[in-house]
């Protein structure tokens, strides 16, 4: 017998009990953006290859090694999208969406990344990205981290830092990077492998090192801050100021640099040490330079992206009550007339009761065995109607959770006491 078909590995399935807990977290997140009047943007999965390697970096991790690229039968390499934000640049541009304009936008969905997966670390990952194009001051950075804030609020997440750091300008980092290179080839028999193949191409990254081998030498490394440029500095020091004033505690890291090269001034990430090695549940920064690099005319740009995956486990490792959209109702049906007025009935429901979840059941089946279902579905009650109570307009009201007795009322009547035991189960 052949072997049965499998997921790809790191592509994980979202199965039905798992997948209430994302509707609510993006629910959420979809609420907070849109909070702050951001409105939303969909992308394509696939992109031009180009697109990545010009914007990400050519002698980053991702281009090197994560992009799942492949050439179409037209003969163009194309890339399922690793990250958000080229796209996002691409479709503004493309659309006219950018020239002497302010736009804040925001995007959800999958992203694909050909890494070794482990816990909070997939090849299919998905991400809520939100960006703000138009806007250079320090204002637009703190709103986007009040936002964040905002959301580990309303998740009910406290296990969090926030860690800022300016990079400065191009310029301002490139005397920066030509003072770690020295000092780092001098120190050459202390680098580890990945630390040398980065020496020449992203020396910035071996900043970024987890090796605890490398941290005493990462620590005396030259500061970054000591090489920013006034005008980036002072952006830097007014956005402190604007955190302070919104009550946003923060660390300032100098070793923070993130791994994409359109990186400049302002980048950022929120991390946790409930998570093992995957501490990083948000991230971001400025990138005032990537619009014109890909061929547009100078806009400012500030976005972030968080990691849904990343933020379910957190919520998971806190002990957080998800909702599980378990059916309100499991309606009972048995005889010929049951079904063709239950059925109907439980439209009728659905109509007058806004946001009822009522499971009917198909595919007869004993009275047992029925309500073995019912029990199974997670529902609060069972209505229960059989023939008899189908020619009299009756249903039999039953709780499934409690041992208060079960109640017999007119099909009208019912309608009216579900809205009360919805009502008080939502303000309970």
Not at 38 to 66: A, H, W
Not at 79 to 91: D, F, K, Y
Not at 210 to 221: F, G, H, S, V, Y
Not at 410 to 417: G, I, M
Request: hydrophobic content about 40%; proline content about 4%.
């Amino acid at each position: 017998m052949a072997n049965t078909i499998q997921a790809i590995r790191g592509m994980k399935d979202i199965l039905p009990g798992e997948s209430s807990s994302w509707q609510y977290l993006e629910d959420t997140l979809r609420g907070v953006v849109h909070a702050y009047g951001y409105r939303e943007i969909r992308l394509p999965l696939l992109e031009k290859t180009e697109l990545f390697r010009r914007s990400i970096g050519e002698v980053t991790d991702i281009v090197e090694k994560e992009m799942y690229t492949f050439d179409d039968r037209n003969g163009d390499s194309l890339t399922l999208r690793p990250e958000g934000t080229a796209s996002c640049v691409r479709a503004c541009m493309e659309h006219g969406l950018l020239h002497n304009q302010v736009q804040r936008l925001w995007y959800m969905g999958p992203m694909f990344r050909h890494e070794r997966p482990q816990k909070g670390r997939y090849r299919q990952f998905h991400q809520i990205g939100v960006e703000a194009f138009g806007l250079e001051g320090p204002d637009i950075d703190a709103e986007m981290l009040m936002m964040t804030a905002r959301m580990w609020k309303q998740l009910g997440i406290s296990d969090v830092v926030l860690q800022i750091n300016s990079l400065g300008t191009p310029r301002s980092r490139a005397s920066y990077r030509a003072a770690l290179v020295d000092y780092l080839a001098g120190e050459k028999s202390s680098l580890d492998e990945d630390s040398l193949r980065r020496l020449e191409s992203n020396p910035l990254r071996i900043l970024d090192s987890k090796n605890p081998d490398m941290r005493q030498l990462i620590e005396a490394a030259p500061s970054l801050p000591d090489y920013l440029d006034d005008d980036s500095r002072a952006h830097f020091e007014a956005l402190c100021l604007l955190l302070d004033a919104a009550n946003i505690g923060y660390e300032v890291n100098p070793r923070l640099v993130r791994g994409l090269d359109y990186y400049t001034r302002t980048v950022f990430e929120w991390v946790t040490d409930s998570l093992g090695a995957q501490g990083t549940i948000c991230a971001g920064g400025r990138y005032d330079g990537l619009v014109e690099y890909l061929g547009g005319k100078p806009a400012p740009a500030f976005g972030f992206a968080l990691g849904l995956e990343r933020l379910l486990a957190l919520l998971a490792t806190g002990g957080a009550t998800l909702p599980d959209n378990a059916p309100h109702i499991y309606l009972v049906l048995n005889g010929d007339k049951a079904v063709h007025r239950g059925l109907v009935f439980a439209d009728e429901l659905r109509d007058v009761i806004p946001g009822l979840r009522l499971l009917a059941n198909c595919g007869n089946g004993s009275f047992k065995s029925q309500f073995k279902r019912a029990d199974k579905s997670g529902a609060q009650y069972a209505l229960v109607i059989g023939d008899d109570e189908a020619e009299q307009g009756n249903v039999v009201l039953k709780p499934l959770r409690s041992e208060s007795g079960q109640k017999v009322y007119t099909q009208e009547e019912t309608a009216k006491r579900l809205l009360d035991l919805l009502e008080l189960e939502r303000t309970a």
